[in-house]
């Protein structure tokens, strides 16, 4: 289990190294040590709270839940492409080149590797945002854990978020037998 944490941390420390076409070469390359989502972790410093996604009933995943903003990453792109991306199509955000993006949690599913969740700062409170039909964004403060909010965030967001509020890099959820 060592060497691949430590195969997986140099995995990242080339893909964020590289740009443009190198980036995408190394990323195939490396496709089965890199997750299958990415995601954001939208923080507010001021105030500590987090930015997350309300996702309606009808979504094929976390009906009805909150998420941290983020997605499948596609097979040709590296998990900072991929975040930048769906950061674009669900806020209507554009980012050039990552700026102010930094890995902060993995999220491990039964001992697998599922999702690297970025953090970076959230867009402002009046930020004219373009969410996807149907979703909505949601401030959950860090001093309402027992809000009716925070009940509705998903499972696998909950166990990465408080990795995250504890200072951890590693956040593991175990599925019951």
């Known amino acids: 289990a060592a060497s691949s944490v430590i195969a997986l941390s140099a995995v990242f420390a080339i893909v964020t190294a590289l740009t443009g076409p190198e980036m995408t070469r190394v990323a195939s390359k490396y496709a089965n040590s890199l997750p299958q989502y990415v995601c954001i972790i939208f923080s507010e410093e001021s105030s500590g709270s987090v930015f997350l996604e309300d996702r309606p009933d009808s979504a094929k995943v976390a009906a009805g839940m909150l998420t941290c903003f983020g997605g499948k990453r ?104």
């Open 74 to 177: 596609e097979a040709d792109e590296s998990p900072l492409q991929c975040i930048k991306r769906e950061i674009n199509e669900e806020l209507g955000i554009s980012t050039r080149n990552g700026d102010g993006l930094r890995r902060a949690v993995d999220l491990f599913v039964d001992g697998k590797l599922i999702a690297w969740f970025f953090e970076g700062p959230a867009p402002a409170r009046n930020a004219p945002l373009v969410f996807e039909a149907g979703r909505r964004g949601v401030w959950l403060g860090r001093d309402n854990p027992d809000s009716a909010d925070a009940a509705r965030v998903s499972p696998w967001h909950a166990v990465v978020l408080k990795a995250w509020r504890d200072g951890e890099s590693r956040a593991d959820f175990i599925t019951e037998p």
